[in-house]
């Protein structure tokens, strides 16, 4: 904890505390506090006493005295709307395959698809991937409320999707079908609209598993036929994606039941 505080930052970190701010940009502190050179300087000395935490240029995160130390965990979700605040962005993979329950696995990684960067970086600690991905495959997202800010992130639909195509963070794909013969028995997800986002989905592959877990769930040809007729006619995979093609071939869906099974 800072040993000393100078009258203008107590006064800063007094009028942030009191508006409960949790994110805070250069603007902002303009409006609040005037443009003054010593603003720029409180901020500097507030960034050294670690009350304030850079996201990325020119907008901090305040951790307020009382945190402690080691000052507060910043919540993820309110990180990406900074970072894209054109909205060219969705939460997705693990923390969502969390949120929705198909886990209670605690991941390490916090995963931001874009449509514009692709790296990797440390915010307050706590681990960013940004994804670059086809602006394709920004759909069936939805926004959620976290403290003053809207998220956008995918849908329970939207990232079984992405659950089959990236199974990694749980495991393996038997374990994705146990997920998603768990949401169709529990009647969870609305099987007509994950039908509809698998059939946007660019990846074949993915759109075969699909198909292929949601029959052996007990959905009706009727409903998975338009899946079909879009992997007619497409290559031999394998359904969990090991290396060996020794398997049972079924025909409908162009899949290996491979030995992984």
Excluded: H
């Excluded at 005295?65 to 060219?88: C, H, M, Q, S």
């Amino acid at each position: 904890m800072p040993q000393y505080l100078g009258p203008k930052e107590s006064e800063v970190i007094a009028r942030l505390t009191y508006e409960k701010v949790s994110i805070i940009t250069n603007e902002q502190f303009n409006r609040l506090f005037g443009k003054l050179v010593l603003t720029r300087q409180v901020i500097y000395q507030l960034k050294k006493k670690g009350i304030l935490k850079p996201i990325t240029r020119g907008v901090y995160y305040f951790s307020p005295l009382e945190a402690g130390p080691d000052g507060t965990r910043i919540n993820e979700f309110l990180i990406p709307p900074v970072l894209f605040p054109k909205g060219n962005y969705y939460v997705g993979y693990s923390m969502m395959y969390n949120y929705y329950g198909f886990t209670e696995q605690i991941f390490q990684t916090f995963y931001v698809l874009n449509t514009s960067l692709q790296r990797e970086r440390i915010i307050s600690g706590v681990s960013f991937k940004l994804l670059k991905v086809s602006p394709c495959r920004m759909y069936g997202l939805t926004k959620i409320k976290i403290q003053n800010s809207e998220v956008l992130v995918s849908d329970r639909e939207r990232t079984l999707v992405d659950l089959v195509y990236f199974p990694d963070p749980i495991g393996s794909l038997k374990n994705v079908f146990e997920i998603i013969k768990k949401q169709v028995s529990n009647k969870d997800t609305n099987i007509k609209r994950l039908i509809s986002y698998a059939l946007k989905f660019p990846g074949i592959s993915t759109r075969k598993r699909i198909g292929y877990f949601l029959e052996k769930c007990g959905v009706s040809n009727a409903l998975l036929s338009p899946l079909m007729r879009s992997i007619r006619n497409t290559a031999l995979i394998t359904l969990y994606a090991s290396k060996s093609r020794k398997g049972t071939i079924n025909p409908q869906w162009r899949i290996i039941i491979d030995d992984a099974q």
